[in-house]
């Protein structure tokens, strides 16, 4: 081997022992990842001292590998999961199932909310998969907004800064086709038991559910049905042990409920759908993953899809 070869060999086996006792599971990885993205051996160095200070890898890189996309996030912003991608798919198949081959290109384009959407990456990667939408976001955080409008305008779609339903247009009361939402729902008191780079440098309410965990579905739920168009679907990330009250809140609130999952992403998502105006509209088809049935938890073994073609996924390590 070169003695200049032989070098960086030496230097990325230091980094990764360095990720590694920082506790970075994915450390070949990271160090990869973080040597592509510096500029010369000072940068390098000091991105991997950030990263074994425990900022996360995504905020030191400036992005996120979400449904083989590469979103921008920035400090500050909650990083997508990867168990996120679930509620994605879930989405476009409600939406193919209501459309002609998958896209909207004549008549009135379905209206499609993503809240709390933090870096907009959901609202990103439906718009990548279906087109044809009238695309909306939404959040509270103001870095958050920022970094979803870089993500998600270039795709035409409009991100607006405020609590929930609040900032939204009002012409999009009673038509949103799907709405969507990965509300934070880690129950307080669970909060301590995150991993730190979560706790410590993503936004607490971005995490923070409330005691329960379920405090800002409660809100989105009793206040959908207003919003949704006839036969309109609002689908909600949980957890498994949240998913009945989820649904419950969600019949509760007039809508038909049924629960979705994917057991290798350890993702749930709980469907709500509005009543339809008359006889004969169009029901909800199977989920994109799986067989779905009201109320209990299943899945087929099918998988859709992650990449779209010609998409190139990157091999960042994307917590689940």
Same mark, same amino acid.
């Given at each position: 081997?070169?003695?200049?070869?032989?070098?960086?060999?030496?230097?990325?086996?230091?980094?990764?022992? &360095? !990720?590694?006792?920082?506790?970075?599971?994915?450390?070949?990885?990271?160090?990869?990842?973080?040597?592509?993205?510096?500029?010369?051996?000072?940068?390098?160095?000091?991105?991997?001292?950030? &990263? %074994?200070?425990?900022?996360? +890898?995504?905020?030191?890189?400036?992005?996120?590998?979400? @449904?083989? +996309?590469? =979103?921008? %996030?920035?400090?500050?912003?909650?990083?997508? &999961?990867? &168990?996120?991608?679930?509620?994605?798919?879930?989405?476009?198949?409600?939406?193919?199932?209501?459309?002609?081959?998958?896209?909207? $290109?004549?008549?009135?384009?379905?209206?499609?909310?993503? !809240? @709390?959407?933090?870096?907009?990456? #959901?609202?990103?990667?439906?718009?990548?998969? #279906?087109?044809? =939408?009238?695309?909306?976001?939404?959040?509270?955080?103001?870095?958050?907004?920022? @970094?979803?409008?870089?993500? *998600?305008?270039?795709?035409?779609?409009?991100?607006?800064?405020?609590?929930?339903?609040?900032?939204?247009?009002?012409? +999009?009361?009673?038509?949103?086709?799907?709405?969507?939402?990965?509300?934070?729902? /880690?129950?307080?008191?669970?909060?301590?038991?995150?991993?730190?780079?979560?706790?410590?440098?993503?936004?607490?309410?971005?995490?923070?559910?409330?005691? $329960?965990?379920?405090?800002?579905?409660?809100? %989105? *739920?009793?206040?959908?049905?207003?919003?949704?168009?006839?036969?309109?679907?609002? %689908? =909600?990330?949980?957890?498994?042990?949240?998913?009945?009250?989820?649904?419950? !809140?969600?019949?509760?609130?007039?809508?038909?409920?049924?629960?979705?999952?994917?057991?290798?992403?350890?993702?749930?998502?709980?469907?709500?759908?509005?009543?339809?105006?008359?006889?004969?509209?169009?029901? =909800?088809?199977?989920?994109?993953?799986?067989?779905?049935?009201?109320?209990? +938890?299943?899945?087929?073994?099918?998988?859709?899809?992650? /990449?779209?073609?010609?998409?190139?996924?990157?091999? #960042?390590?994307?917590?689940?």
């Amino acid at each position: 081997m070169q003695p200049g070869r032989a070098a960086g060999a030496d230097r990325l086996e230091d980094q990764v022992r &360095r !990720l590694r006792a920082a506790g970075c599971v994915f450390a070949e990885d990271e160090a990869r990842l973080l040597t592509d993205a510096a500029a010369s051996a000072a940068e390098l160095e000091a991105m991997i001292e950030r &990263r %074994v200070a425990g900022l996360p +890898l995504e905020h030191i890189l400036g992005w996120a590998e979400f @449904c083989g +996309l590469r =979103i921008g %996030v920035a400090a500050g912003v909650f990083v997508p &999961r990867r &168990r996120t991608e679930f509620l994605v798919r879930q989405a476009e198949q409600l939406l193919r199932d209501n459309s002609d081959g998958g896209t909207f $290109d004549g008549g009135e384009r379905p209206a499609v909310v993503d !809240l @709390c959407c933090g870096s907009g990456a #959901v609202a990103a990667a439906l718009a990548a998969r #279906v087109g044809g =939408i009238e695309l909306h976001a939404a959040d509270l955080h103001p870095a958050a907004v920022q @970094c979803a409008r870089r993500n *998600i305008e270039p795709a035409g779609g409009q991100v607006h800064e405020g609590d929930l339903f609040d900032p939204l247009p009002a012409h +999009l009361r009673g038509r949103i086709r799907v709405l969507m939402a990965n509300a934070p729902y /880690v129950p307080t008191a669970a909060i301590g038991t995150m991993p730190p780079e979560a706790r410590t440098h993503e936004p607490r309410m971005s995490l923070d559910g409330g005691p $329960d965990g379920l405090d800002i579905q409660r809100r %989105v *739920i009793a206040e959908a049905p207003d919003w949704l168009a006839p036969g309109g679907h609002v %689908v =909600i990330e949980t957890s498994r042990g949240q998913a009945r009250q989820t649904a419950g !809140l969600m019949r509760r609130a007039g809508l038909s409920a049924r629960l979705a999952s994917d057991p290798e992403l350890d993702a749930t998502v709980a469907i709500g759908t509005a009543p339809a105006s008359a006889p004969g509209a169009a029901a =909800i088809g199977t989920a994109a993953t799986g067989t779905v049935t009201t109320g209990t +938890l299943s899945n087929s073994g099918r998988r859709a899809p992650l /990449v779209q073609p010609g998409v190139i996924r990157p091999a #960042v390590p994307n917590r689940s």
